[in-house]
Structure formats: structure tokens, C-alpha cells
């Protein structure tokens, strides 16, 4: 990494999003309780100590020089027991349907594989720099939740055809191929492209809720629109 200032933050799976995952007995997959975003910070001097979240990939293009470049797509594979729910392919060509000013500093975008540590803080997708990292799902389609939702996590879920069920004190979160797709191109990857396009904000509530603007007003509205 150079000597330059970057950021990055994590999508996690409790407001929709987030969670350290627990066994639970007669529950095979892994459950996790709905907590708040876990977010690593921002503006983290480079040379500075702290845990790597992910590869970094380093910036190439100034704005000026961003025209033409084609949007790099790496993919690791996803790991035992989950999935990639979306393509590169999927990835270039939503990331396309951008206005063209919202595409510029976009330079990588990565399908990260499910580690052992990642499966005990579990998320969806991470900015980092000019690259956003998405996750994998599990492949069963279903996550498991040990407290029911949160108002806001349960709309922001059924907006994008997620289900919800209950089974005792276990709560399952059930997608089909369609809808987890749409969910990650349409929220997730969005979301992510609306961090590296806020130049304005510093603080982590107000940069939460420029994303979250960006990710309805690009993505899910863009989407049904269309």
C-alpha cells in the first residue's frame, strides 16, 4: 500500500445485516444473532497498524484518465458450503446501468471466498479504497438469525423478495436464486459504489446513510424503474 489515506467499510448482515454466528443444537447451519454494523473504520493512515481487512488493491486511475478503462472483476473461489450469488458478468453490467460519473471510481471488484474467520463475522460486501469485496452466501440459500428481526432489517430484506420464518427461537432468512441476485446487484454491490463515490462525509452515521441513499435511489428504485 502507499502513502495515501483510504476507506473502507463492511456490509454486515443485521440491518440486514451482520453477526458473530453461534452452534445452536439440531441447527446445522450456522446462526447468527442480528447485531450492529461492524465497521472498521474510516480514513485509516496507510503504515499505521491495524488488521487488514482484505487484499488491497491499489488505485490506477485518476478521474481523467478513468475513461474507457474496463472495470476489473476478480473471483476467488467461494468456499465449502456457499456460493457467489452473482457473476462477473452480472457485476459489469449492472455497474454499466450507473450514471457514467458514479462509475469512475470503481476499479475492482472482487468475489472474495468464505475463511474460517469470516464465517464468525459474517458479511455481504466491504469498500475498500476503489474496490468493493463481496461475499459469499451460504449455499442452502437460508441464513439463520438466534433473535428475530429489527423492523428496519426485515423491510430492507422484503423489498428485495427475501422471506422470513420462524422456527422456535430460530430465525431463517430464505432467498431464492432471484431474489439473493437482485438483493447483491441491486443493494449490496450499490451500496458499496455509493461509499467510494462520498467525497462529503467523514463520520460513520453519515456516510451509512449517504449509502443507504445511494443504494434506493441507484439501485432499488433504478432497478424497478427499469
Not at 432468512?173 to 462520498?198: A, M, P, Q, S
Request: glycine share 6%.
Amino acid at each position: 500500500m502507499t502513502n495515501q489515506r483510504s476507506h473502507h467499510r463492511t456490509t454486515t448482515r443485521s440491518n440486514l445485516r451482520s453477526a458473530r454466528r453461534h452452534k445452536a443444537a439440531g441447527v446445522r447451519q450456522s446462526v447468527r444473532p442480528a447485531s450492529a454494523h461492524q465497521h472498521r473504520g474510516n480514513g485509516l493512515a496507510i503504515g499505521r497498524a491495524f488488521d487488514a481487512p482484505e487484499l488491497w488493491h491499489e488505485p490506477q486511475a485518476s478521474d481523467d484518465s478513468s475513461a474507457g478503462r474496463e472495470l476489473q472483476v476478480l473471483v476467488q473461489p467461494a468456499g465449502d458450503g456457499y456460493l457467489h450469488p452473482v457473476t462477473p458478468d452480472d457485476v459489469r453490467e449492472r455497474v454499466l446501468q450507473l450514471p457514467e460519473q458514479f462509475q469512475a471510481k470503481l476499479e475492482v471488484v472482487q468475489f472474495s471466498r468464505m475463511t474460517r474467520k469470516r464465517r464468525l463475522f459474517p458479511c455481504y460486501g466491504l469498500q475498500w479504497g476503489s474496490a468493493v469485496y463481496l461475499y459469499p452466501i451460504e449455499e442452502s440459500l437460508a441464513e439463520f438469525y438466534v433473535r428475530a428481526p429489527r423492523p428496519a432489517q426485515r423491510i430492507e430484506s422484503e423489498m428485495y423478495g427475501g422471506r422470513w420464518v420462524q422456527d422456535g427461537n430460530i430465525w431463517r432468512l430464505i432467498w431464492t436464486e432471484n431474489t439473493i441476485r437482485d438483493f447483491y446487484l441491486n443493494n449490496v454491490l450499490i451500496h458499496e459504489i455509493g461509499h467510494i463515490n462520498d467525497d462529503r462525509n467523514t463520520s460513520f452515521k453519515k456516510r451509512e446513510q449517504y449509502a443507504d441513499w445511494f443504494a434506493i435511489e441507484y439501485g432499488y428504485r433504478a432497478s424497478r424503474s427499469r
